[in-house]
């Protein structure tokens, strides 16, 4: 398929959205925060319309967040709010200091960062249940413990952040040893344009049968978007659009190495969902090198599953 009729497809599943009149779930929840007071650690956040209650797809959940100074974190934890918003589940804001003789200003300073954030969920997803916990020792073994009862982790992605409390190092291993679906937010350029809401999620995947899939589609129906699927297939087959279970569905074949085909979709998409592992799994502390080279590259979030 060629790089036309590829961005035809995305622009035609954009362009009926619009045409509906209709932004979404997503689209309804992420103008609200795209619509805040900057992203300035510094700046209050101001209320908007309280959202219209809607059925979730449990009755109880969590998603949890870890946190820093960094404007990543920031850009995280409204994406985590969304998700649980879509959900109606729970969120947790969690903030790790060092240990190591914790000096009184610095526990002060990272309550407030908890203040801020939780504020400003409560602000514009007033909805959602929203708690914080500050904790010292060392970030990502705290951050796994405090995962292990939560049905979706969130961590920030920034580059050159090695060593920050939740930068790269620590969401790459939170992304590899958390046993459930992880959403890394990497959003180059954040906040977006205004139609950043209707853009489709994308996922990548070498099978039919893969949980990728599963977890794609569950994931548009929440969000009321349409789904891009890329099958990495060596032999050229046609584009197809089909409805399953409510989900607008294009499926496309790409030749291409994966990695590529899926930060250049990136570009188009709110979300990417990848499978953590490569065909046949691989070494605990280890992402599939597809994996690892979309987390780093991407230009939307992405949810690693399986």
Do not use: K
């Not at 985590?80 to 200091?97: F, K, N, P, T």
């Not at 050159?160 to 937010?185: I, K, M, P, Q």
């Not at 085909?261 to 709110?270: C, H, K, P, R, T």
């Amino acid at each position: 398929m060629s790089d036309l009729d590829r961005l035809r497809i995305e622009r035609e599943a954009r362009h009926d959205h619009a045409d509906r009149g209709n932004p979404g779930r997503y689209g309804a929840a992420i103008n609200r925060y795209l619509g805040a007071v900057g992203y300035r650690p510094d700046e209050p956040a101001r209320p908007a319309p309280r959202p219209a209650s809607s059925p979730s797809s449990a009755t109880s959940g969590l998603v949890l967040v870890g946190v820093d100074e960094n404007p990543p974190s920031y850009t995280a934890v409204d994406h985590a709010a969304i998700e649980a918003e879509l959900r109606g589940w729970d969120l947790r804001i969690v903030h790790v200091q060092r240990t190591g003789g914790i000096r009184p200003s610095a526990q002060e300073g990272g309550a407030s960062l908890l203040e801020r954030l939780t504020d400003r969920v409560r602000a514009y997803s007033p909805t959602v249940a929203v708690t914080s916990r500050l904790l010292v020792g060392s970030a990502a073994p705290l951050l796994l413990a405090e995962a292990r009862d939560a049905g979706l982790v969130v961590v920030g992605h920034q580059h050159g952040a090695v060593g920050a409390a939740f930068g790269v190092s620590v969401g790459d291993r939170v992304a590899v040893d958390h046993t459930g679906v992880v959403l890394v937010v990497r959003v180059p350029g954040w906040p977006a344009g205004p139609g950043f809401g209707t853009r489709p999620v994308v996922v990548g995947v070498d099978r039919d049968d893969s949980p990728a899939i599963g977890f794609a589609r569950r994931e548009a129906l929440l969000r009321g978007s349409d789904l891009v699927v890329l099958h990495a297939d060596t032999t050229p087959r046609a584009a197809r659009v089909e409805t399953v279970g409510g989900v607008r569905i294009h499926r496309r074949f790409v030749a291409e190495d994966p990695a590529v085909a899926l930060v250049e979709a990136s570009n188009e998409a709110a979300a990417l969902v990848i499978g953590r592992h490569g065909p046949g799994g691989i070494p605990a502390g280890l992402l599939g090198s597809v994996s690892r080279s979309v987390v780093q590259r991407a230009h939307c979030p992405v949810f690693l599953v399986g």
